[in-house]
């Protein structure tokens, strides 16, 4: 069966195992009921998330003039500590930021390859730790805005790490940490302002990914060089799909591709 799209993150629902989807043209796929089927992923061209025209993707799913235009992309998005919504203060879309930045956020630790330090909307608990590929995570500060949020990760990454070692994640080379003495730990870094917040007595969560074989020396696939791509599927971890012969592919690194995808087998 042949069906075409354009990527975009692949939704995801938390339950005993994750459920990943794919959203095609004219279908929304269960990846999960993929897992040991041959699959053939090909380039057919790009399109960009914002304008979608047929523009070669620069960054996050955008064209270059997009990335560098739409709110979507704003340098608050990777840098919460940059926000300035909450002064009245625009940097592309006011009203747009307003009801991003405006919102309770979470300052929470994950564990993916190791201990990390992370900011993401209250709404977006646990979506976030699983795009990560954290198999457990949990929540140390809710506070009600992002740069809120994000002075307080800026504080706390002078002490723990707050980048995921991707490699590392999908190899499942992981120790079980507790993440709740890591809270304590870290408790005295976070600033005044923010200290009224500190979640007390939280519990970790666990996340448990359809993975049936881990890749030992995972291998990143260029699609567009390739422009095409064909494996067994024994995976999904984070955003990445995992292939027999240790090939993944990271739906999310690869936003704005239109892809054909074909269920061989």
Known sequence: MKYQGVLKKMPTEHLETIQY?????????????????????SFKKYKCLHCHLEKTIYRQGYCKSCFFETPNAGDWIMRPELSTAHLGIEDRDLAYEKQVQLQPHIVYLANSSNVKVGVTRK?????????????????????????????????????????????????NDIEDENLQAWQERLRTYIPKEVQEYFIENNKETQLNFPVNKYPEKPKSLNLVKEKSYTGILVGIKGQYLIFEDETVFNIRANEGLVVELNILA
């Open 21 to 41: 989807y794919l959203e095609m043209d004219t279908d929304f796929l269960n990846m999960n009921q993929l897992i040991d089927k041959t699959i053939e992923i």
């Open 123 to 171: 709404q977006q608990v646990p979506t976030r730790w699983i795009d990560q590929g954290a198999h457990e995570a949990i929540e140390i500060v809710e506070v009600p805005n992002r740069y809120l949020a994000g002075i307080t990760e800026v504080a706390l990454k002078a002490h723990v790490a707050d980048k995921t070692n991707w490699r590392k994640m999908l190899k």
